[in-house]
């Protein structure tokens, strides 16, 4: 089965400054999706950026983007710039492909805080 | 509609008594999850449906807990004979389609069992 794991139970990260997330995890397989999900107070679940396995390329979705390690099954995500509103829960979360099922799996998350 | 709707959003109910958990997905959407999110965790997997059928449901914790989908839009997650384990946020989402889709989450229904 395959595991996803969050060894930062919380970070924190001066306004304006850069901090980065990390998330391992633990497959057999060759092709797969991989998420952070934003959980804010209000605990909505938010997706931040997703990146397929198959494309070497880094997924950016402005502040944010990803250092996706294939060969080292590490997908740290980075934010850059942060702001107050950047303090929230973050997920990392791996998901199959369909023929072997869909689910998400989850780390256990890393809880992000903001310093004006 | 706009986004993945649950309701009721907050649910308080003794221990024993049944429960029917409602999610209504994004209008068009194929697949739809069922996820259980303890305090300070991540969420964890129940089951899911694409269109009415229930392709999944290895997640679900025991035979008190059952889900539908029977117009293959709306879902009802049910707990029966509810105990205080099963206190939790209950998370619905859905997809436009299985397999490469990005899952969206509605807001949650908080499940407090007395």
């Known amino acids: 089965a395959q595991t996803v794991t969050q060894s930062q139970p919380e970070m924190s990260v001066q306004e304006a400054e850069t901090v980065t997330l990390s998330c391992t995890y633990d497959?057999?397989?060759?092709?797969?999706?991989l998420f952070w999900y934003k959980q804010p107070p209000s605990r909505q679940m938010i997706l931040v950026i997703r990146?397929?396995?198959?494309?070497?390329q880094n997924a950016t979705e402005n502040r944010f983007s990803v250092n996706f390690q294939k060969a080292a099954k590490s997908f740290s995500l980075k934010i850059s710039d942060s702001q107050l509103g950047d303090a929230a829960m973050y997920f990392c979360?791996?998901?199959?492909?369909?023929?072997?099922?869909?689910?998400?799996?989850f780390g256990a998350g890393t809880i992000l805080r903001v310093k004006s | 509609g706009a986004g993945v709707s649950q309701s009721p959003r907050y649910k308080v109910t003794k221990r024993g008594q049944d429960v029917a958990l409602r999610c209504d997905p994004i209008?068009?959407?194929?697949?739809l999850y069922w996820y259980r999110q303890a305090l300070g965790q991540g969420p964890e997997f129940l089951t899911y449906?694409?269109?009415?059928?229930?392709?999944?449901k290895s997640g679900l914790p025991n035979d008190r807990f059952s889900a539908e989908r029977p117009e293959g839009s709306i879902s009802t997650l049910t707990i029966q004979r509810t105990e205080q384990r099963d206190s939790a946020m209950y998370r619905c989402?859905?997809?436009?389609?299985?397999?490469?889709?990005?899952?969206?989450f509605g807001p949650g229904t908080r499940l407090t069992v007395l």
């Open positions: 989402a859905s997809s436009a389609q299985g397999s490469t889709d990005t899952q969206y």
């Open positions: 497959t057999s397989e060759s092709d797969y999706y």
């Open positions: 449906f694409n269109y009415e059928a229930q392709q999944d």
């Open positions: 979360a791996y998901r199959s492909p369909v023929q072997y099922g869909n689910k998400l799996v």
């Open positions: 990146q397929e396995a198959y494309k070497q």
């Open positions: 209008s068009g959407h194929v697949s």
